[in-house]
C-alpha cells in the first residue's frame, strides 16, 4: 500500500480507534473530589482542581457527571449517603444513646486529621446566593430537609405525651448543634473536645425529653 494511500485515508490498513472514556469507581472518585470542596468552597474548586484529584480526565468527568454544577451535585448525594448512616443511629433505644451515636458519627464526617480538610461540605459548597446555583442549592436543601424530618419525627416518639411544639424546639437544638460541630471541627477543635460537646447535649436532650414540665415545654408554649 502506497504512502499516498495511508495519508489519504483510501488503504485498507486498520483504523485508528476512538479514545474510550476511562473507566473508574464512581464513589471513590466523589469522595477525593469532596476534599477539594472542603479545601476550595464552591466558588474556589475549579474543574481542573477536581479532574486532577480524581484522576479522570475533564470530558470523562462531564461525560459521566454533566457539567460542574451537576458534578457538584453529584458530590453532594454521595456525601448524603454518609450522612444517612448518622442517621440510622436514631433509632436506637434510648434517647440518649441514640443521639450521642448519630452526633458522634456526625463528627467522624467533620473532624478529620491533617491534611485532610475537615467540616460540612454542606455549609462549604452552599451558595451565597442560592438563585445562581439552583441545583446545587436544592440538592443541599433536600439533605437539610431529611436530617430535620429524622430528628423531628425521633423527638415525636421520644417520650409520650411530649408536645409538637416542644419537639420542634428540642429538633431546631439539635440542627443548631450539628451546624455547630461542624463549624468547630473546621476550626481546628479536638475530637475529643467535640465529642464530650456531644455526649453532654444528648444528655441534656434527652432530660428534657422526659420531664413534661421542664424548660423547653414552657418556651414551647411561647412560640
Same mark, same amino acid.
Given at each position: 500500500m502506497s504512502v499516498a494511500a495511508v495519508k489519504s485515508g483510501t488503504g485498507e490498513g486498520p483504523k485508528p480507534l476512538r479514545g474510550r472514556p476511562r473507566?473508574?469507581?464512581? %464513589?471513590?472518585v466523589l469522595d477525593r473530589m469532596t476534599d477539594v470542596l472542603l479545601a476550595s468552597g464552591l466558588e474556589g474548586a475549579t474543574m481542573a482542581q477536581l479532574s486532577a484529584v480524581s484522576g479522570v480526565n475533564r470530558p470523562s468527568l462531564r461525560l459521566a457527571f454533566g457539567e460542574r454544577d451537576?458534578?457538584?451535585?453529584?458530590?453532594v448525594e454521595r456525601?448524603? %449517603?454518609r450522612i444517612d448512616t448518622a442517621l440510622?443511629?436514631? %433509632?436506637?433505644?434510648?434517647?440518649?444513646? +441514640?443521639?450521642? %451515636?448519630?452526633?458522634r458519627h456526625f463528627i467522624s464526617i467533620y473532624s478529620?486529621?491533617?491534611?485532610a480538610p475537615s467540616g460540612c461540605l454542606l455549609l462549604a459548597v452552599m451558595p451565597s446566593v442560592p438563585d445562581s446555583h439552583p441545583a446545587v442549592s436544592a440538592a443541599?436543601?433536600?439533605?437539610?430537609?431529611?436530617i430535620r424530618d429524622a430528628l423531628a419525627h425521633r423527638m415525636l416518639t421520644a417520650q409520650r405525651g411530649l408536645s409538637e411544639k416542644a419537639a420542634l424546639v428540642l429538633t431546631q437544638l439539635c440542627v443548631s448543634l450539628i451546624s455547630s460541630l461542624a463549624v468547630e471541627a473546621r476550626s481546628g477543635a479536638s475530637r475529643a473536645s467535640l465529642d464530650n460537646a456531644a455526649d453532654a447535649f +444528648?444528655?441534656?436532650?434527652a432530660g428534657c425529653a422526659e420531664s413534661s414540665t421542664n424548660l423547653i415545654e414552657r418556651a414551647a408554649r411561647s412560640v
Open positions: 473507566q473508574f469507581n464512581r %464513589s471513590d451537576s458534578l457538584i451535585c453529584a458530590i456525601y448524603r %449517603s440510622c443511629y436514631l %433509632s436506637k433505644e434510648p434517647l440518649q444513646e +441514640a443521639l450521642q %451515636s448519630m452526633l478529620r486529621e491533617p491534611p443541599i436543601e433536600v439533605t437539610r430537609l431529611e +444528648a444528655a441534656f436532650i
